[in-house]
């Protein structure tokens, strides 16, 4: 077992009127190489979870074993194991620093103690996967991107540093359609090649439904559902209990069932829900 | 009458941010050109979306409508008042409100209404008038039980609604909404759209949406596409999103039952033009 989160407790602001409680209890496993997304509404402890997931906070209660060790202790040994588990924040801002995007990015592999080529060739290579061309965008400031542009930095500083454990909150806000699509494929394809453990947080549910195998949902601090992707993200009534917005593809074939039609409904992808369509209306292309 | 909005062959040049001493390779250097040559107009009341891939110049177009930016080249009048006049500035940020992506950088006070009457404070306007305003403005937003909070309280959504009520509260005639849910979770993201749509129809107010969402696109009466600092299209959402192909070169999508609809079409299935939802997809089905 990689991850093994004990019932886990977060507390904020503990013994002031402040006082909230973000996470209750809560337990996951999770194995090397999975690919699990997250999903909740705001405030339902998304945030929170990924954050001890990289060691980040520690826990009010219970605890979080990366491969057996407490990953928040002190010690040499959670210290190595958290520069393992990267974790890209949803805000670039909270992470941009350096003067340039080159710096920026070579700023991790750096810190490993990389020698300067390989730290060149990681830059270049994580700038590509996010769909950024090295040339162009090497040497300028990062405040001077565009803000979508800002959040691909971010996420290549992190790729950059080829975490063993892959945490990314909300990857692709702010991203154009293809923009986001090319990311995902391409990290999609990175994590099979590496069996890296891939942990998406995203209210995007077709980024989750293409890029994830398994689904936890989280809802005022506890887990709500943990499954296979297609089984969570086609329980529609889960996902307005939690505040989800259906799927517009599964929505409409809900609708159909509802008007009589006899088509399955967990089919989140345009093209899926089509080649559904055109199965139960007996069109051409209904083999795909 | 004139068009509430002009912009005509508006180019714009940012200046060069790469430091002198930075090493390594050149990207291209100098100058970045980011929009080369839009003329637009929008009419008082209409609900424009503008679309384009990552880079495309939606944004600084969009700061152009309130001159946050100036012009390089080519002119844009707001209600008549061009923004490169210096004595304009004012009345023209007072006619076009901005509400941008992530609300936690747009908020500078304690309490939602002092929030909100910052920008009638700053317009010298007298007491009374202000609290009036403010009131008004959180009513249309459906935030006045909340005008007590410390903005940090309310949830992403609710943060958007302020900001949007601060933009209200200089009375404007347009809102410039630059991509305002992408940070918002469903939730947040309805009630932001709710609102969008409601001030556009019950209160007259102009919108401009800036948005990567094909689906809030569709919610417009007309949708623009940007590319590379040029529009390259502009029409109804039927007519735009017809066109799925382009789209897709352009690294756009389409919403996901229009690219429902395309499909089946190819595969025979006739199906009546412009359908754009779940409903209209039922009512074309069944």
């Known amino acids: 077992m990689l991850i093994q989160v004990e019932n886990l407790t977060h507390i904020y602001n503990q013994g002031t009127p402040f006082e909230r409680v973000a996470l209750r209890e809560v337990n ?33 209660a219970g605890r979080v074993l990366l491969e057996g060790t407490p990953i928040h202790s002190k010690g040499a040994t959670a210290r190595k194991l958290r520069l393992q588990v990267g974790l890209a924040f949803q805000y670039p801002e909270d992470q941009i620093f350096e003067q340039t995007v080159f710096r920026e990015v070579a700023f991790g592999p750096r810190n490993l103690g990389l020698d300067e080529a390989e730290v060149a060739a990681r830059v270049n290579w994580a700038l590509e996967m996010v769909g950024l061309d090295p040339v162009a965008v090497a040497q300028r400031m990062p405040f001077t991107l565009s803000g979508g542009e800002m959040r691909r930095v971010a996420l290549a500083s992190i790729l950059a540093m080829r975490p063993r454990v892959l945490i990314l909150d909300e990857p692709t806000a702010g991203q154009d359609p293809q923009g986001r699509r090319a990311l995902l494929d391409k990290v999609g394809a990175w994590q099979r090649e590496t069996n890296m453990t891939l942990i998406v947080v995203s209210h995007a549910l077709e980024d989750l439904a293409r890029l994830v195998e398994r689904v936890i949902a989280l809802r005022e601090g506890r887990v709500v559902a943990d499954g296979p992707t297609r089984q969570v993200l086609s329980d529609v009534k889960l996902l307005r209990a939690i505040g989800l917005d259906v799927p517009q593809p599964v929505a409409l074939l809900q609708a159909l069932r509802q008007a009589g039609k006899e088509v399955r409904v967990d089919r989140f992808l345009p093209a899926e829900a089509a080649s559904e369509i055109a199965r139960v209306w007996g069109l051409r292309g209904s083999v795909t | ?48 979306a503008l679309i384009g891939p990552n880079g495309s110049g939606k944004s600084t177009l969009a700061r152009h409508l309130n001159a946050l930016l100036l ?72 935030l006045l039980d909340y005008r007590q909070y410390p903005p940090q309280m309310l949830s992403g959504g609710q943060k958007q609604l302020v900001a949007i ?3 209200l509260a200089a009375r404007p005639s347009c809102i410039v909404f630059d991509e305002p849910t992408s940070m918002l979770d469903p939730v947040g993201r309805r009630q932001v759209l709710d609102t969008i749509r409601r001030l556009n129809a019950e209160e007259g107010i102009t919108v401009l949406l ?8 569709a919610m417009a009466q007309r949708v623009l596409v940007m590319e590379a600092g040029r529009m390259v299209m502009d029409g109804p959402p039927a007519i735009v999103f017809e066109r799925g192909a382009r789209l897709r070169a352009l690294g756009l999508d389409l919403p996901p ?27 074309a089905l069944c």
Not at chain 2, 92 to 110: E, H, L, S, Y
Not at chain 2, 261 to 283: I, Y
């Open chain 2, 165 to 167: 009520a601060g933009a």
């Open chain 2, 71 to 142: 012009p390089t080249a080519g002119a844009v009048w707001i209600d008549g008042l061009r923004t490169s006049d210096a004595h304009n500035v004012w009345a023209v940020r007072q006619k076009v409100g901005m509400v941008f992506q992530n609300p936690d950088n747009q908020i500078v006070a304690t309490t939602v209404e002092e929030d909100v009457a910052f920008g009638p404070e700053n317009m010298g306007l007298p007491a009374d008038e202000i609290r009036h305003r403010v009131d008004d403005a959180l009513a249309a937003v459906g």
């Open chain 2, 210 to 217: 800036i948005t990567h969402s094909m689906s809030e696109a």
């Open chain 1, 28 to 60: 996951l496993e999770i194995e090397a190489g999975e690919r699990i997304g997250i999903l909740g509404p705001t405030g339902s402890g998304k945030s929170t979870l990924v954050q001890h997931l990289a060691g980040l906070l520690k826990p009010t």
């Open chain 2, 257 to 283: 039952i229009v690219d429902i609809a395309q499909r089946l079409q190819a595969w025979g299935l006739p199906l009546p033009q412009g359908v754009l939802t779940v409903q209209d997809m039922v009512d």
């Open chain 2, 1 to 48: 009458m004139r068009p509430f909005i002009e912009i005509e062959n508006l180019k714009y040049v940012y200046p060069s941010f790469i430091p002198p001493h930075a090493g390594g390779q050149r990207g291209g250097g100098g100058q970045i050109v980011a929009l080369r040559g839009v003329n637009l107009t929008i009419e008082q009341g209409e609900f424009v």
